[in-house]
């Protein structure tokens, strides 16, 4: 079975600094999909960013990037520039591609994120 | 707009009772999920649906029962078996099953009194 695990139950940042959240995840596969969600106060779930595990080249969404180091099983998520609302708890999260598990997201804990200003 | 709806967002159950959580999408989705969410955990997985009139078990699938009789519904049933059904409740849909985005409702967050 696979799992997520983040380390970092809390993390905190200044306005407009860099900050990283750790994600490990432990895997047979050899074709997945992982995931970065954010959930502000409201609950509700958003996509912040996906990684194909057969791509090589780190996904970036503006300010977000990632930094996937697919035989350490290290799936990173870097915020630049941190505003005020990306405070949050986030969430890592890994899903198969195929096989009997496929619809199936796993998530990590979660890693409380708050931005100071 | 379209979307994930979940009703209600606030539910208080009597010990012993079932209870029915609603989920409804607009966004013509063929997967649909239910998750739960306690402190300091991450999400698990209760129930998954691929498909009308199929469903399968996640990981804590045991005091729930759903049904999906509709592409566009998937309700879940917090049934009086489930020992510690205090917790919050998120619904979710995707597209096809190896697209990998889900799209998640507000949630229904559920207090056993």
Known sequence: AQTVTQSQPEMSVQEAETVTLSCTYDTSESDYYLFWYKQPPSRQMILVIRQEAYKQQNATENRFSVNFQKAAKSFSLKISDSQLGDAAMYFCAYRSAGGTSYGKLTFGQGTILTVHP | ?113
């Open chain 2, 1 to 113: 707009d379209g979307g994930i709806t979940q009703s209600p967002k606030y539910l208080f159950r009597k010990e012993g009772q079932n209870v029915t959580l609603s989920c409804e999408q607009n966004l013509n989705h063929d997967a649909m999920y239910w998750y739960r969410q306690d402190p300091g955990q991450g999400l698990r997985l209760i129930y998954y649906s691929q498909i009308v009139n199929d469903f399968q078990k996640g990981d804590i699938a045991e005091g729930y029962s759903v049904s999906r009789e509709k592409k566009e519904s998937f309700p879940l049933t917090v049934t009086s078996a489930q020992k510690n059904p205090t917790a919050f409740y998120l619904c979710a849909s995707s597209r096809e099953v190896f697209t990998g985005e889900l799209f998640f409702g507000e949630g229904s967050r559920l207090t056993v009194l």
